[in-house]
C-alpha cells in the first residue's frame, strides 16, 4: 500500500514542490485547500476523512506577508493562519486513525531583529511588532490542547529560495542594475503604523541586516529527517547554517548572474517602491540571524550549507544564468 501524504495549503511554491516530490516517490497525495482540493476548508467531514489514517499531515496554510500591512490585511493574515490550524487540529482529534506526525508551517520572524548574535531555539528571543504576534498566535493554536497520537513540530522557516520565492524579485533587482544592497534609514512613522506593530524601526546600518535563507529541497530534507526521529517535537528552526548579510547576499546574486555592478537602493527608495508594489520593507530591512541548532544537533546533513551553491542551483532551474557561469 503506498504512503498517504495530506498537505494543506500547497498552491504556493513549496507545496507545490513538497506534491511533486511525494507523487513521484509513489505516494497517494491528497490536498487540503479551496476550489480544487481533496478536501475544502469549510468542510469538517471531509477533514477529517483526509487526515485519518495519513501517514503525514503538512501544513503551509496562510496568506502570502507580501503585501501592505492594512486592516484587511492584517486580518486576513492571522485568520488564514489561525482558522485553518484550528480546523486541522479538531479533524485530527477526531480522527479515528490520526497522523503520527504532524508539521505545520511558522516562521523564522518570530525571532526579534537580531544585530548581536544567532537566534536559535534554545537562547532564542521572541521579538515583538505585528509579523512577532502573528507567529507567536500562530503556533499557540498549532499546540493547543492534547493529540496523543499525533507528534507536532512548527516548521520555523527563514526565507525559503526556491523558483517561486522572494529570490525571483531580487533578480528582476540585479538584472536591471538595481542589485546593490538594500540601506535602512531613518523615515517617518505614523501613529496607525506604530499601534499596529507594522513600522520598522531604523536599526542595522549599511546593508548589514543578516539574512537567514534555507533552500526549498532542505525544506523537505528537514521535513523526512525529522520523520524519523519521534524524540524531536516542538519548533525547529529550518535555516541554513551559513547565513549572510543583506551585502552579501546581493553581491552574491550578481555573481552568479554575472553581473558585475548593482545600484544600492536607500530606505527612502524602499519606502516608496515598497508602497507601490503593494508590500512592507520589514521584509528586507530587519535583521533575521537564525541557526538550526536542533537540526545540527541531531545530525541533519544540508544539501545546500551555504548561498552561492544554492543560489546556483536556483537560478540554473530558472534557465537565468549565463552559459559560460554554468560550465
Not at 185 to 191: I, K, L, M
Not at 196 to 215: D, K, M, N
Not at 238 to 265: C, K
Request: glycine fraction near 8%.
Amino acid at each position: 500500500m503506498s504512503e498517504r501524504v495530506v498537505i494543506a495549503g500547497a498552491s504556493g511554491f513549496i507545496g507545490r514542490y513538497l506534491a511533486e516530490h511525494y507523487r513521484a516517490a509513489g505516494a497517494t497525495v491528497l490536498l487540503i485547500g479551496r476550489d480544487g482540493a481533496d478536501a475544502r476548508w469549510d468542510d469538517p467531514a471531509a477533514l477529517r476523512r483526509a487526515v485519518t489514517g495519513a501517514d503525514l499531515l503538512i501544513n503551509l496554510a496562510g496568506k502570502s506577508v507580501n503585501c501592505r500591512y492594512g486592516d484587511a490585511n492584517r486580518a486576513e493574515i492571522f485568520r488564514s493562519r489561525l482558522e485553518t490550524t484550528r480546523a486541522l487540529r479538531e479533524a485530527v482529534a477526531a480522527s479515528e486513525a490520526p497522523p503520527p506526525v504532524w508539521f505545520n508551517a511558522s516562521t523564522a520572524t518570530i525571532y526579534r531583529h537580531a544585530e548581536d548574535r544567532p537566534m536559535t531555539e534554545s537562547t532564542g528571543e521572541l521579538g515583538t511588532g505585528f509579523s512577532v504576534d502573528v507567529a507567536r498566535a500562530w503556533e499557540a493554536e498549532f499546540f493547543e490542547g492534547e493529540l496523543a497520537g499525533t507528534r507536532r513540530v512548527a516548521l520555523r522557516m527563514a526565507i525559503v529560495l526556491g523558483d517561486g520565492s522572494a529570490l525571483v524579485p531580487l533578480i528582476r533587482l540585479a538584472r536591471s542594475g538595481l542589485g546593490g544592497p538594500q540601506l535602512d534609514g531613518r523615515w517617518f512613522a505614523t501613529t496607525a503604523r506604530r499601534n499596529a506593530g507594522t513600522f520598522h524601526e531604523f536599526r542595522a546600518r549599511g546593508g548589514r541586516q543578516r539574512f537567514s535563507w534555507v533552500h526549498v529541497r532542505d525544506v523537505l530534507g528537514a521535513i523526512e529527517f525529522l520523520r524519523d526521529r519521534p524524540e524531536l517535537d516542538g519548533p525547529v528552526n529550518i535555516a541554513a547554517p551559513e547565513p549572510v548579510d543583506n551585502r552579501t547576499l546581493m553581491a552574491t546574486l550578481r555573481r552568479v548572474l554575472g553581473v558585475p555592478l548593482g545600484l544600492p537602493a536607500t530606505r527612502w527608495m524602499l519606502e516608496l517602491g515598497s508602497a507601490a508594489i503593494r508590500t512592507e520593507t520589514e521584509l528586507v530591512l530587519k535583521s533575521r540571524w537564525v541557526l538550526p541548532e536542533r537540526l545540527l544537533a541531531a545530525g541533519y546533513d544540508f544539501a545546500y550549507p551555504e548561498l552561492e551553491p544554492a543560489l546556483r542551483d536556483i537560478v540554473a532551474e530558472r534557465e537565468l544564468l549565463h552559459p559560460q557561469s554554468s560550465r
